[in-house]
């Protein structure tokens, strides 16, 4: 059909036509919000590249999450600067490390949010890898127990997902051993499937004090070039028993995103990382794009084919969304 008989402006021709054939509805139950929770009292660190964003101590945390309940978010993810790290970052598998001692709190005061926990070692870890060092590598059979070990410990504190991010091979399975074995079958594993080796982690990294002591995670994480390997990613997490699996970063990687939401037929998240949050913030400061682009943004990602979305921007835009 052409013009004149096809005139698509007649569908754009006011807000409620508009609204009325729109495809894509992005929705408050769509979001995840990060956070990020350090030891201490009453604290609340703001974190300067991420303006909005802080460490929050547990009971400052529990504040901050009852107010993005409030506004209609159901999840959120939850990433843990210790006390101390070391060697072989004990204190994300320890009884009262920082994560679960901020989980059992979350669990008692604010019980019905979703609480996912991050399964990674690089905040925990003095060399700030994500695995277990042996002869200056990455040992990836040698960090699967440990993946286990901090899912498990994350559970019985009380989280409700489990994320693991550190792009170890087996990781998924090892986790879900360990999860089956300490009788948490029910438990579900949003896996960082396609995940980049990608320069947009750096506010995350400053946030987190999780940059690399040495080298960079090009040996784990994936090549930004490559499209089809994702999908042989996905597919590996899904056969090693993932029940949500992820693409990240979002905004670089729309391609990846379509794809392979082409190729499965699973719930698959995106993570608008901190760098896109970053720089689309700092412009929007310098007044040099309008804060509509927030919306747009995601809008497009879940508009690729993300059913679910972290984001540092999902408290900010569920007031939007509630209007
Ligand atoms: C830890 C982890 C990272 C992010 C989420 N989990 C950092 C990294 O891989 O270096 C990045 C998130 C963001 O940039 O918002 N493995």
Known sequence: ????????????????????????????????????????????????????????????????????????????????????????????????????RAVREIKEKVPDIIVITDVCLCEYTDHGHCGIIKGGEVDN?????????????????????????????????AIRKALDAAGFIHIPIMAYSAKYASAFYGPFRDAAESAPMFGDRRGYQMDPANAEEAIREVELDL???????????????????????????RPLAAYNVSGEFSMIKAAIERGWLDEKVILEVLTAIKRAGADLILTYFAKEVAAWLNR
Do not use: C, H, W
């Open 1 to 100: 059909m052409r013009f004149p008989d096809y005139r698509p402006r007649r569908l754009r021709y006011n807000e409620s036509l508009r609204t009325l054939i729109r495809e894509t509805q992005l929705s408050i139950s769509d979001l995840i919000q990060p956070l990020f929770v350090r030891p201490g009292r009453g604290i609340r660190e703001p974190i300067l590249s991420m303006p909005g964003n802080y460490r929050f101590s547990v009971d400052e945390l529990i504040k901050e999450i009852k107010e993005i309940k409030d506004r209609g978010i159901l999840a959120i993810i939850l990433f843990g600067i210790p006390e101390k790290k070391d060697r072989l970052g004990t204190d994300a598998y320890a009884k009262d490390g920082i994560i679960q």
């Open 141 to 173: 059979d040698a960090t699967l127990p440990i993946l286990g070990e901090i899912a498990v410990s994350q559970v019985q504190a009380g989280a409700d997902i489990v994320a693991p991010s550190g792009m170890m091979d087996g990781g998924v399975m």
């Open 239 to 265: 056969a090693e028993g993932a029940d949500i699996v992820m693409v990240k970063p979002a905004l670089p990687y729309l391609d990846v995103i379509y794809r392979v939401k082409k190729a499965i037929n």
